[in-house]
C-alpha cells in the first residue's frame, strides 16, 4: 500500500508536472487514508479495499469535526488514487465510485474594497524592505498571482519595457500578466534602490528577498501582510490570497472580461472564476441596501 502511494506521488509529480505543495498536500490525505486501512481496517494489499472501508474513514473523518469541504477534499484526493490503481496496478473495481462527495456550502471570498487597497499600498519611504513591500503589494494587487507564485518569480520573468511578468503556475503552465503602471513604478524604484543592498554582494534569481538576501518565504510573506494591515487599521481578516480576490472582483465590477480574468488568474475551469461574479452580486445587493432610501 505504501508502495503504491509512492508511485502514485511520483506519477503526480512527473507526468502531471504538479507542484510540490500540491502534491505534498495529496500526501497528507493518502498518508491518513492508508494509514486508518492498515490500522483501523488491517488491510495490507490496496486490492483488498472495498466501499465500506472508504465509508469507515469518511466516518472517522466527521467524527473528527474535520470540515465539509476538507472531508470533499479528501474523497477528491481518494477517487483519484484508486483510479491511478486501476490503470497501473492489478487491481479490478475502484470501491470509491458510488460515493457522494459531500455538499460544501460555498463561501464568497474576503475582499477590500477599493478604499481598503489603497490603504494598503500606500507606503512610502527610503527604507529598503518598505520598498520591498509596497513592489509585492502593487504586483500581487496588479496581477492576481498567487502568494507562492509572485515568490517563485526570478529576473528573467521580469519584462519591464513590454510591461508585464511571466509566470509558471498550477501544473507548470506558463501565463503572461499585464503589471499596470503603478506595480511597474514599485518594481522598478525595488531593483533600483532596494534589492542590491538586500542581496548584499551575493547572487540570487529569485526577485523578492528577506534581509538575508535569501528568497522570501511565505511565511515571511504572511507576518509582513499582516503587520502593514494592522499598522494601516484595516480589520478584515486578510488571507495570502485577499488580493488576488480583490483583483478579480474589482476588475470585473468594472466591466472587465469573465474569460480574460479567468485566464490572468490561470484558472483552468471557468466555473472557478466564476465565484467572483457572485461576489459582485452580494456587494451590489449590499449598497442597494445601505443607500436604496427605498430599500
Not at 503526480?12 to 486501512?37: C, H, P, W
Not at 460515493?99 to 478604499?115: A, M, Q
Not at 459582485?280 to 449590499?286: I, Y
Amino acid at each position: 500500500m505504501d508502495h503504491a502511494v509512492k508511485d502514485y506521488l511520483h506519477y503526480l509529480s512527473i507526468e502531471r508536472g504538479l507542484s510540490q505543495n500540491t502534491v505534498s498536500s495529496y500526501n497528507r490525505d493518502l498518508v491518513q487514508y492508508t494509514k486508518f486501512l492498515q490500522q483501523k481496517c488491517e488491510l495490507i494489499e490496496v486490492k483488498e479495499v472495498q466501499r465500506v472501508h472508504i465509508m469507515q474513514f469518511l466516518n472517522s473523518l466527521y467524527d473528527a469535526n474535520r470540515s465539509v469541504s476538507t472531508i470533499a477534499r479528501i474523497l477528491s484526493t481518494i477517487r483519484s488514487f484508486h483510479q491511478f490503481l486501476i490503470r497501473e496496478y492489478d487491481v479490478n473495481h475502484d470501491p470509491s465510485l458510488h460515493i457522494e462527495t459531500p455538499k460544501k456550502n460555498r463561501t464568497l471570498p474576503k475582499v477590500l474594497s477599493s478604499n481598503e487597497v489603497e490603504m494598503l499600498l500606500d507606503l512610502s519611504g527610503n527604507d529598503p524592505l518598505r520598498i520591498r513591500n509596497k513592489a509585492m503589494l502593487e504586483v500581487l494587487y496588479a496581477t492576481g498571482l498567487r502568494v507562492s507564485e509572485l515568490l517563485s518569480l526570478t529576473m528573467n520573468d521580469m519584462h519591464l519595457t513590454m510591461g508585464f511578468v511571466r509566470c509558471i503556475g498550477k501544473g507548470s503552465k506558463e501565463r503572461i500578466i499585464p503589471l499596470g503602471s503603478h506595480a511597474q513604478k514599485a518594481i522598478e524604484n525595488y531593483l533600483e534602490h532596494s534589492r542590491s543592498k538586500l542581496l548584499k554582494g551575493k547572487r540570487e534569481e529569485a526577485v523578492f528577498l528577506n534581509h538575508h538576501g535569501r528568497p522570501m518565504s511565505r511565511q515571511g510573506f504572511w507576518k509582513i501582510l499582516k503587520a502593514i494591515a494592522k499598522d494601516k487599521g484595516i480589520k478584515k481578516e486578510l488571507t495570502p490570497h485577499t488580493l488576488r480576490h480583490s483583483f478579480a472582483t474589482h476588475l470585473l465590477e468594472n466591466g472587465a472580461d469573465l474569460r480574460a480574468v479567468q485566464e490572468m488568474l490561470g484558472h483552468a475551469d471557468i466555473s472557478t472564476t466564476q465565484i467572483y461574479t457572485h461576489v459582485t452580486k452580494a456587494r451590489l445587493k449590499d449598497v442597494y441596501k445601505n443607500f436604496h432610501p427605498r430599500a
